[in-house]
């Protein structure tokens, strides 16, 4: 069964860091354009971050340049959100999301990716 599974959310006071991963089960994350999203109550799903399969090629959304990192582990089959800086605004539902064709260029376009996690909750709060 093909999976993708969030973990690393949890609540944050302003100013502060987590790391969200995304680990594969079922398939390879290999040769895979990777993305996160992000979900805030009564709001559309956003592109937060992407990454291509060798890593050579990210793409972020202007609301988290310089904040965010996206990083990937092949050996590991994770990917890596590194969130530093946060503020409230980045309250959401995190989702990692997969594309199904392979060695594609990083594009933060929900259509482009076919497996979904299920979501890991961030809550910037003082």
């Known amino acids: 069964q093909l999976q993708l599974v969030e973990s690393g959310g949890g609540l944050v006071q302003p100013g502060g860091a987590l790391r969200l991963s995304c680990a594969a089960s079922?398939?390879?994350?290999?040769?895979?354009?990777i993305g996160w999203f992000r979900q805030a109550p009564g709001k559309e799903r956003e592109g937060v971050a992407c990454?291509?399969?060798?890593?050579?090629?990210?793409n972020y959304a202007d609301s988290v340049k310089g904040r965010f990192t996206i990083s990937r582990d092949n050996a590991k089959n994770t990917v890596y959100l590194q969130m530093n800086s946060l503020e409230p605004e980045d309250t959401a539902v995190y989702y990692c999301?997969?594309?199904?064709?392979?060695?594609?260029?990083?594009?933060?376009?929900?259509?482009?990716?076919?497996?979904w996690g299920q979501g890991t909750q961030v809550t910037v709060s003082s």
């Open positions: 999301a997969a594309e199904a064709q392979l060695l594609r260029l990083c594009v933060l376009a929900r259509h482009r990716y076919d497996y």
């Open positions: 079922g398939f390879t994350l290999d040769y895979r354009t």
């Open positions: 990454i291509s399969s060798s890593g050579g090629n990210t």
